[in-house]
Nanobody, 122 residues
Framework: QVQLVESGGGSVQAGGSLRISCAASGFTYSRYCMGWFRQAPGKEREGVATIDSYGRGSYADSVKGRFTISKDNTLYLEMNSLKPEDTAMYYC???????????????????WGQGTQVTVSS
């Protein structure tokens, strides 16, 4: 049974840092494109970052230079210089392939976690 379980969310002040994690099980994790998405209230889900099987990351313009995606046996998202507009529920997801230099639509991702809330106060 495929499972993606996020953790590490919380509340932080603007300018602060947070690292969220995603533990994967039930599938050959290393072969998949792994991604982080977020969804704020009243907004559509948006791609934040993805990492392919070779460890190459792609980022949304809004987070470039501030967020870093990485993985070992766990998927991580290191978030620095956080802004109030980063407030959202963050989801990890797995897709069968990555698109080099870009983030696939959420509809291409087959497996999803339940999310972890990140709140940034001004």
């Amino acid at each position: 049974q495929v499972q993606l379980v996020e953790s590490g969310g919380g509340s932080v002040q603007a300018g602060g840092s947070l690292r969220i994690s995603c533990a994967a099980s039930g599938f050959t994790y290393s072969r998949y494109c792994m991604g982080w998405f977020r969804q704020a209230p009243g907004k559509e889900r948006e791609g934040v970052a993805t990492i392919d099987s070779y460890g190459r990351g792609s980022y949304a313009d809004s987070v470039k230079g501030r967020f870093t995606i990485s993985k070992d046996n766990t998927l991580y998202l290191e978030m620095n210089s956080l802004k109030p507009e980063d407030t959202a529920m963050y989801y990890c997801a797995a897709a069968y392939f990555c698109l080099a230099g870009a983030i696939l639509s959420s509809s291409e991702y087959s497996y999803w976690g339940q999310g972890t809330q990140v709140t940034v106060s001004s």
